[in-house]
């Protein structure tokens, strides 16, 4: 267990849709950081928050957007879902202090069809 | 941006055996973490190590920075080992994110 818990644990969407994905971070840790990752492949970064502010981004389109409230816990949200939004939607936290030591949830399985 | 490359990338073992798993990196990395996904889907942190040789139990862990690459041994293997072993690296520091592998799936067969 590592304290960071995501809701929900399932989820089928149509093509088209909006999805809200959610993320808690562990006791102490304000950096929540979001992943996807693909059937068969390793987790990419999506992008991360720190103090309630985007702190980094990879290369995903603006439709993928995310918010991080005083109580350190994130949203994800995806617009527009495409078939190829499919994938396992994991999110991790640290600590500023470790900021180099990431724990992750355990996961979102998104399915678009 | 920084290639991280696992080997192999499917190993099968009987109950027992010992295994190496490897990451090879292309850059310099400050940060170097090996997890362990579970069927489940769970990413579970098994090191974080930069740099030296580590040990938790039957498994143990050597980062060579200088030759950008990383071991994770596996001894006396459980059919509970079984699953991926992504290694994930991170170039500079701060917020830049950590990049995975690919991963080594793993099958322990009893």
């Known amino acids: 267990e590592t304290g960071v818990t995501q809701s929900p644990t399932h989820l089928i969407k149509t093509r088209g849709q909006q999805v809200t994905l959610r993320c808690s971070s562990q006791s102490g840790h304000n950096t929540v950081s979001w992943y996807q990752q693909a059937l068969g492949q390793g987790p990419q970064f999506i992008f991360q928050y720190y103090r309630e502010e985007e702190n980094g981004r990879g290369n995903f389109p603006p439709r993928f957007s995310g918010l991080q409230f005083p109580n350190y816990s994130s949203e994800l949200n995806v617009n527009a879902l495409e078939l190829d939004d499919s994938a396992l939607y994991l999110c991790?936290?640290?600590?500023?202090?470790?900021?180099?030591?990431?724990?992750f949830g355990p996961g979102t399985r998104l399915t678009v069809t | 941006g920084i290639q991280v490359e696992q080997s192999p990338p499917d190993l099968i073992l009987q109950e027992g055996a010992n295994s190496t798993l490897r990451c090879n990196f292309s850059?310099?990395?400050?940060?170097l973490q090996w997890f362990h996904q579970n069927p489940w889907g769970q990413l579970i942190n098994l090191f974080y190590i930069p740099s030296g040789t580590k040990q938790n139990g039957r498994l143990s862990a050597t980062t060579v920075a200088t030759e950008r690459y990383s071991l994770l041994y596996i001894s006396s293997s459980q059919t509970t080992d079984s699953g991926v072993y992504f290694c994930a690296v991170r170039v500079h520091s701060g917020n830049t994110p950590l990049v995975f592998g690919k991963g080594t799936r793993l099958s322990v067969i009893a």
């Open positions: 991790a936290s640290s600590s500023r202090q470790n900021l180099y030591e990431q724990y």
């Open positions: 850059d310099s990395v400050n940060n």
